[in-house]
């Protein structure tokens, strides 16, 4: 039993939407049912998290002078194994604010870059889910570019396929059986 809760697969989750209620909340309570081990929700656009300010602390030391909920995603960030951003798509990229919170990440970037430092991370894997009201699918592939670079800076190098569930303004993610099938492949990606 004990071997078991230190086995515990931990997850990171970064929620970019602001409809609690929405197409990319759908769907990720649906990967959430499906994914073993125990898992962190930031709600990006309701959480009290502020962007980077570059203020250049972290060029110096090892924490971030913003002193908000950030302080436990890092912590978190430090014991999972796989991390998971879960976004609708606005001008065929990440929601803004789901963005502010990924600059903060600029804190693992300044350890390699000028402290020469390796980051406390153990994420192994990550996953992407992105969900938009029209069908197009070039914007869904713009924004997984972007999303890729915030892996690089959280240290993640295996990354499954993005989940686009695109036209929910025809289709709702309910409705959507390829989505689905998507998210059971991502869930067997992550627990594996």
């Given at each position: 039993?004990?071997?078991?809760?230190?086995?515990?697969?931990?997850?990171?989750?970064?929620?970019?939407?602001?409809?609690?209620?929405?197409?990319?909340?759908?769907?990720?309570?649906?990967?959430?049912?499906?994914?073993?081990?125990?898992?962190?929700?930031?709600?990006?656009?309701?959480?009290?998290?502020?962007?980077?300010?570059?203020?250049?602390?972290?060029?110096?030391?090892?924490?971030?002078?913003?002193?908000?909920?950030?302080?436990?995603?890092?912590?978190?960030?430090?014991?999972?194994?796989?991390?998971?951003?879960?976004?609708?798509?606005?001008?065929?990229?990440?929601?803004?604010?789901?963005?502010?919170?990924?600059?903060?990440?600029?804190?693992?970037?300044?350890?390699?870059?000028?402290?020469?430092?390796?980051?406390?991370?153990?994420i192994?894997?990550?996953?992407?889910?992105?969900?938009?009201?029209?069908?197009?699918?070039?914007?869904?592939?713009?924004?997984?570019?972007?999303l890729?670079?915030?892996?690089?800076?959280?240290?993640?190098?295996?990354?499954?396929?993005?989940?686009?569930?695109?036209?929910?303004?025809?289709?709702?993610?309910?409705?959507?059986?390829?989505?689905?099938?998507?998210?059971t492949?991502?869930?067997?990606?992550?627990?594996?």
């Open positions: 039993m004990w071997g078991d809760f230190l086995n515990t697969i931990k997850t990171l989750v970064l929620f970019g939407s602001p409809r609690r209620k929405g197409e990319t909340a759908f769907l990720l309570k649906m990967l959430l049912e499906s994914l073993d081990g125990e898992h962190l929700i930031v709600d990006c656009c309701h959480d009290n998290i502020s962007p980077c300010i570059d203020c250049r602390a972290c060029r110096q030391s090892d924490k971030c002078a913003i002193n908000d909920g950030m302080q436990k995603v890092y912590e978190y960030a430090e014991k999972c194994e796989n991390l998971v951003i879960a976004t609708p798509l606005y001008f065929s990229q990440p929601t803004g604010r789901l963005l502010d919170v990924c600059s903060r990440a600029q804190l693992y970037f300044s350890q390699r870059r000028f402290r020469g430092v390796t980051p406390h991370l153990n192994r894997k990550g996953g992407v889910i992105l969900t938009g009201g029209s069908g197009d699918t070039t914007g869904a592939q713009r924004a997984f570019e972007t890729k670079d915030v892996f690089l800076m959280f240290g993640v190098k295996d990354i499954a396929p993005p989940v686009c569930c695109l036209g929910t303004d025809e289709i709702p993610a309910a409705d959507n059986t390829a989505a689905e099938g998507e998210i492949r991502l869930a067997e990606f992550l627990n594996a």
